[in-house]
């Protein structure tokens, strides 16, 4: 399966003796210092002792590491001269680890390194993650509990869990190591990242998103951030089960789904909107015809008839660009039934209302917001940024028409997501666009450990929509409207 080139009687790289000698203790033997008094002997003993023995166990444990450190990079160097690169792409896991571990036991006996079991197990899983996957990630990407990667620099690498950051003691050697690693990522997607171009989203193999900014423009080191892409998808269920809203929420949005109402999913960075997405998307029927739109794919659709699509930057020359406003264009030439734009940050949003106002009901898409209301005032701010030059009132009323929903997701202080508004849009009352909030997330405290206590709870409104749910064959009970008081 691989092939070694090795050229006949060649020295084996390392083969010479790699050992470092110690100065001799008594190369030059100092006087003889006058005996100190035996009171005084012991008591200095008792002092230094336990204090010396400290930084002694951590000097020795450090030197290994670097040891290790150095092995990795000579071994690592090995397997790029011995190792047939061309074959990775279609070696199975288990010959390319037993050729790793063959060249490991090569150049450990050329360099009469002796290392235990655990060490070595360490050393061999690092060279395959250096070889197949993406070094010191990969241990972190392999792990279920970790939702978002953060790396800046080569020294400092945190993760999220639970809503919580956290300071791994995972690190690269320098920032070439890491450089390295971004340059694999970007250059399996077609993309690529420099001084010139400092910045590229990308998309991992497993749909992780992937953002990096490397020097100059990152002064302490390359900046690396990704998403991490969840293989079990949520469904509603399981939402509802994590406590992110509640069943009468549930029975809500389903129905809101299935009568085709425009939705938004507004929400902060990480506050779980795509997550939200995926779940309301469960509720579109399987016949329907939907086209997904996305900077990175993320969306995970279990319908039959999916059509997902992928915006794309300019190459090297500055061409070739297809954003996601030509995606959407293009979309409504391509018979949907319903549109989802994974986000709308820009310019397209004018093409997304439009979409939503003439014929492709049942659209959905997020943006970032804090509330319902900023939610509405942003689509404004985007219509005004792409160059339309429409009035204010007209701006307004194309808005009310084409949304008729906003969610909101957010990311609360103890690190819990939650669905806190359901809000409607029902129409335009002069010049201001009209809102009634259905369902709230009503915080009440904290517990000691700073966990936050809270209900869901309907506001008491009737929904605007009950008449259309009823015709759909959804006829939502009174009691679901009615507000639940806090145990």
Wanted: charged residues 30%; aromatic residues 4%.
């Amino acid at each position: 399966m691989f092939s070694r080139y090795k050229k006949d009687g060649a020295t084996p790289k390392g083969a010479s003796a790699n050992v470092t000698e110690l100065p001799t203790a008594n190369a030059k033997a100092p006087e003889a210092a006058p005996a100190p008094a035996p009171k005084k002997a012991v008591s200095m003993r008792k002092v230094i002792e336990p204090s010396a023995a400290v930084p002694v166990a951590a000097d020795r444990e450090t030197k290994r590491r670097d040891r290790i450190g150095e092995l990795k990079l000579e071994l690592h160097r090995e397997l790029l001269d011995n190792l047939n690169l061309a074959a990775l792409e279609t070696a199975s896991e288990n010959d390319l680890r037993g050729e790793i571990n063959a060249i490991t036991d090569e150049v450990l006996a050329q360099k009469n390194v002796v290392l235990n079991r655990e060490d070595r197990t360490t050393l061999c899983k690092e060279l395959f993650d250096e070889v197949k996957g993406l070094g010191p990630l990969e241990t972190l990407l392999q792990d279920e509990t970790v939702n978002d990667i953060l790396v800046n620099g080569p020294r400092q690498i945190f993760v999220e869990r639970n809503g919580k950051l956290q300071l791994t003691d995972i690190t690269f050697k320098d920032e070439k190591h890491l450089m390295r690693i971004i340059d694999k990522i970007v250059s399996a997607v077609g993309r690529r990242v420099d001084e010139s171009n400092p910045y590229v989203d990308a998309r991992l193999q497993d749909g992780s998103r992937f953002n990096a900014m490397v020097p100059p423009i990152a002064v302490d080191g390359s900046l690396v951030s990704i998403r991490k892409f969840k293989k079990d998808k949520l469904g509603i269920d399981d939402l509802v089960e994590f406590g992110a809203f509640s069943e009468e929420m549930a029975a809500y949005l389903q129905a809101a789904v299935s009568t085709r109402l425009n939705i938004i999913v507004s929400g902060g960075t990480g506050s779980g909107k795509t997550t939200t997405l995926n779940a309301l998307s469960s509720f579109i029927d399987d016949a329907e015809r939907i086209l997904t739109i996305e900077d990175t794919a993320e969306l995970q659709l279990q319908q039959t008839h999916v059509g997902r699509m992928e915006s794309r930057p300019p190459n090297v020359e500055g061409k070739g660009e297809v954003s996601p406003r030509d995606c959407l264009k293009n979309a409504l030439r391509m018979r949907p039934d319903r549109i989802i734009v994974g986000e709308t940050r820009g310019e397209e949003v004018i093409d997304m209302l439009q979409a939503m106002n003439t014929g492709h009901d049942g659209s959905m898409t997020t943006i970032h917001a804090n509330n319902p209301r900023d939610g509405i005032s942003r689509l404004e701010n985007m219509i005004a940024m792409a160059g339309i030059e429409m009035p204010l009132k007209a701006v307004r009323s194309q808005v009310s028409s084409a949304v008729n929903l906003l969610v909101q997701a957010s990311r609360l202080q103890d690190g819990s997501r939650r669905m806190t508004s359901i809000t409607e849009i029902t129409g335009m009352e002069g010049d201001v666009i009209s809102m009634q909030e259905i369902f709230r997330f009503q915080r009440v405290g904290l517990t000691p450990d700073n966990k936050i206590i809270g209900h869901f709870t309907a506001t008491g409104v009737r929904s605007h929509f009950s008449e259309r749910f009823r015709l759909w064959g959804y006829d939502l009970p009174a009691s679901l409207f009615e507000p639940v008081a806090a145990e």
